[in-house]
């Protein structure tokens, strides 16, 4: 009896460890598994996210926008050749992968990356999304907004990026990095503005351009205001702002349909000035001394000094400038 119930408590303790290793069996290879997938997929992202910054580096620009997930406006600057002027100008180095932060879901994470662009280092948070091709940037470009879309006098209406105009919304879009600007018009400068960096790559961003005019444009400005004066001291028809040149009581008597300059304007009084907020100059001051000859309402023709207080706006964005007339 007592060997028989010694053999009956071995079996049970037998079958009862063969039950626990299979139990600690299965359920250890889950978890190493689920472990080892988890960390396949983190590491894919950040990878991912250094193969982009090495595709930059290298001026390839196709497989850089490869790896993001949206596609852009448009692929105007996103080209190899202005990728190798930004590259050029200011080298992508030192790439740096800083860590990762889990997203809203298995799908989505945040791969904080940092790279030197030239002397300056850039560092930020790049989201990553994962599809069935595996993991993307959601974004592997930096569409980039101004003033153009929301005033059409604004000065960035003649902004340049890489010699290339800004889409009808007053986008661009553009890779991390060096920003060449320039202005379709003579008249007007931008300062160059610093590059796009890597915590810029989120989606959108907003750049104040900062302008000034040039010496060129003054002298614009100047000819503007010279061809918008000739037009009311000339003979025949006029536009109709010319009645706050040759109008009012001091004309009362003469037939200004009659009026000719017969010498140079003195335009050396007026004030110019600029602030950057609008392509348009402020021009304002006294012209004195305009030569000319009209006929009186009563016969002869007499030569008279005229004079005329100017303040308008003129517009720089377009060659020749033109004054803007008040509305």
Not at 71 to 80: A, I, Q, R
Request: aromatic share 8%; hydrophobic share 40%.
């Amino acid at each position: 009896m007592i060997t028989i119930g010694a053999s009956a408590a071995v079996l049970v303790v037998i079958a009862a460890v063969v039950i626990a290793l299979f139990a600690s069996g299965g359920g250890g290879d889950d978890s190493a598994g689920s472990a080892a997938g988890s960390a396949k997929t983190s590491g894919d992202a950040s990878e991912v996210v250094r193969s982009y910054l090495e595709a930059l580096a290298d001026g390839d620009a196709e497989t850089a926008l490869g790896m993001s997930s949206t596609k852009p406006g448009s692929d105007d600057l996103l080209n190899d050749e202005v990728l190798r002027k930004q590259i050029d100008t200011m080298p992508i180095t030192d790439i740096e992968i800083l860590g990762e932060t889990a997203g809203e879901d298995a799908d989505h994470v945040s791969v904080r990356a940092a790279a030197r662009f030239g002397d300056r280092r850039s560092e930020g948070d790049i989201r990553m999304v994962r599809d069935d091709n595996g993991w993307k940037l959601e974004n592997g470009f930096v569409n980039v907004g101004t003033l153009a879309e929301k005033n059409e006098l604004s000065p960035d209406a003649t902004l340049l990026i890489f010699g290339k105009p800004l889409d009808s919304a007053g986008h661009f879009y553009a890779f991390p990095g060096y920003l060449e600007a320039s202005t379709s018009t003579p008249f007007l400068a931008v300062t160059p503005p610093g590059p796009l960096g890597l915590d810029q790559l989120g989606g959108f961003a907003f750049i104040t351009f900062k302008y000034s005019m040039t010496e060129a444009g003054r002298k614009g400005a100047e000819d503007a205001v010279r061809t918008w004066l000739t037009k009311c001291y000339s003979p025949g028809q006029k536009p109709g702002y010319c009645t706050s040149v040759v109008g009012g009581e001091k004309w009362a008597d003469y037939d200004t349909s009659t009026v000719q300059l017969t010498g140079p304007l003195d335009l050396s009084g007026l004030k110019y000035t600029f602030d950057g907020v609008l392509r348009t100059v402020m021009v304002m001051g006294d012209i004195k001394n305009v030569p000319v000859t009209v006929r009186r309402k009563d016969g002869p023709t007499v030569p008279l000094t005229a004079e005329v207080w100017f303040t308008q706006q003129v517009d720089l964005g377009q060659d020749p400038a033109t004054v803007v007339e008040s509305r």
